[in-house]
């Protein structure tokens, strides 16, 4: 009897165990994935998408269907302009099969007439807007906080505290009074910068921007936290991406007089990008730069609904750079 009594317990608790087994399968089988289809047809508002992770990010959008605006204020003629950037992606094929399109607006979004005639275009073409990315920015002076042409740059196209801090809160400003003029709700990605975690040598106007923006984020996250419907407000920190603000930096190395926008355009394929990549390869723990398109992706999960309870966060994308302790 105790054998009959001892086999049975034993096939129980198989039984249970396989129960288990099973149910947590289950559970695992059942976490969703990423929907694509939450973006057909959605509005999305790119500002700097001309070029860089604003390109990336426009694209990406567009590939899931979306109806994309891209600004830019193409200061330089010689970088990527905003009607190529549009051309570019309504001709991509995965754009074209899902319907979605991208257009161009030119805006400086640290002129507050022209970022209210894009919000007035926007109301005129798409009637509002589903999530912005705002995403312009500028490296603006390279070099010590003494030097001298510091002063010659306050206040103009160069002047990275006006573009990166103001056109951001301008367009944050504008984005969050058309939501609450439509009694909408949305999600806002702003660009920050791992710059923006830490201070660094000769980019002192451009580090402290980028902090603002940090602050921006989490402080219009906060004041919009209990917004019904909801919006959300969250930003990415790049490192050292593919992109164009990079491959202009080079001139500056090769010649510390040099700024980013002067001289010739730095493309992907000029003779300085192929001398300075390694260097830069070099000061990311992985030791590669990253792709924009992995920015673009970790803005689109920030808008995506598997997101929703995030907000106020600040996303490091840089390879293990802020984490010090990464680069044995």
């Known amino acids: ?6 086999v049975v317990a034993v096939a129980l608790l198989a039984a249970v165990a396989v129960q288990a087994r099973s149910s947590s399968t289950m559970r695992v089988a059942s976490v969703p994935k990423f929907r694509w289809e939450q973006f057909l047809g959605k509005v ?16 990406s959008f567009a590939r899931y269907g979306a109806r994309v605006i891209i600004c830019s204020r193409d200061s330089n003629p010689s970088w990527f302009n905003g009607t190529d950037a549009a051309r570019r992606i309504n001709s991509d094929l995965e754009v074209m099969s899902l319907g979605g399109y991208a257009r161009w607006v030119k805006a400086d979004v640290a002129n507050q007439k022209d970022v209210d005639a894009l919000i007035k275009n926007i109301k005129e073409h798409e009637g509002t807007i589903d999530f912005a990315v705002n995403n312009a920015g500028i490296a603006g002076l390279i070099g010590y906080i003494h030097d001298k042409r510091m002063e010659e740059i306050f206040n103009g196209d160069h002047d990275a505290i006006r573009v990166n801090v103001f056109g951001t809160a301008r367009m944050l400003a504008a984005e969050l009074k058309l939501w609450a003029e439509q009694k909408r709700g949305g999600a806002i990605v702003n660009t920050a910068s791992v710059d923006g975690m830490h201070g660094a040598p000769r980019v002192s106007m451009y580090c402290t921007s980028k ?16 917004n019904d419907p909801p919006i959300r407000v969250n930003a990415i920190a790049p490192g050292f991406t593919d992109t164009s603000l990079v491959w202009q930096q080079c001139k500056y190395l090769d010649d510390k007089k040099s700024q980013s926008w002067e001289g010739d355009y730095i493309n992907h394929d000029h003779p300085l990008w192929a001398k300075y990549h390694d260097y830069y390869a070099s000061r990311t723990p992985v030791g590669k730069l990253c792709d924009p398109m992995d920015q673009a992706r970790m803005v689109m999960y920030l808008c995506s609904l598997e997101a929703q309870y995030i907000t106020g966060a600040i996303m490091v994308v840089d390879g293990g750079i802020n984490n010090g302790d990464l680069k044995q």
Do not use: R
């Not at 009897?1 to 001892?6: E, R, S």
């Not at 500002?47 to 604003?54: P, Q």
């Open 1 to 6: 009897m105790n054998k009959l009594v001892f």
């Open 44 to 59: 999305v508002l790119v500002t700097g998408g001309s070029s860089g992770i604003g390109f990336a990010t426009a694209l």
């Open 211 to 226: 902090h603002a923006v940090v602050g921006l984020t989490k402080s219009v996250a906060a004041e919009v936290v209990t």
